[in-house]
């Protein structure tokens, strides 16, 4: 059975920092470009950043400079280390075999609809 399972979310104080992990089995990241897409309440979907299997990464502009996407292949693992976190940041944050760009509606529904394994999400909340 294939599974993306996401752990690490929480709540923060801005300027914090949290560390997501997806773990992943039933396939291998060697395979994919890897994302990490997020969800706020109001907004569409974003993708966040994203990682090759040759370690090539990718950063939206909102997280340029403050987020570090990572990949340990061995252990099926992706990590994403925020720092800097502002409530804007504040998302369910969902890991994917997809590294596409999301234009309109939920993660849910369009990484449903790709055919690409994907995490049911992690909260982050950054608030004081």
């Known amino acids: 059975e294939v599974q993306l399972v996401e752990s690490g979310g929480g709540s923060v104080q801005p300027g914090g920092s949290l560390r997501l992990s997806c773990t992943g089995s039933?396939?291998?990241?060697?395979?994919?470009?890897m994302g990490w897409y997020r969800q706020a309440p109001g907004n569409e979907c974003e993708l966040v950043s994203s990682?090759?299997?040759?370690?090539?990464?990718k950063y939206a502009d909102s997280v340029k400079g403050r987020f570090t996407i990572s990949q340990d292949n061995a252990k099926n693992t992706m990590y994403l280390q925020m720092n800097s976190l502002q409530p804007e940041d504040t998302a369910v944050y969902h890991c994917?075999?997809?590294?596409?760009?999301?234009?309109?509606?939920?993660?849910?529904?369009?990484?449903?609809?790709?055919?690409?394994?994907w995490g049911q999400g992690n909260q982050v909340t950054v608030s004081s």
């Open positions: 039933g396939f291998s990241f060697d395979d994919f470009t």
């Open positions: 990682i090759s299997h040759a370690g090539n990464t």
């Open positions: 994917a075999s997809d590294d596409t760009p999301i234009y309109g509606g939920t993660c849910r529904d369009n990484l449903s609809r790709r055919g690409h394994f």
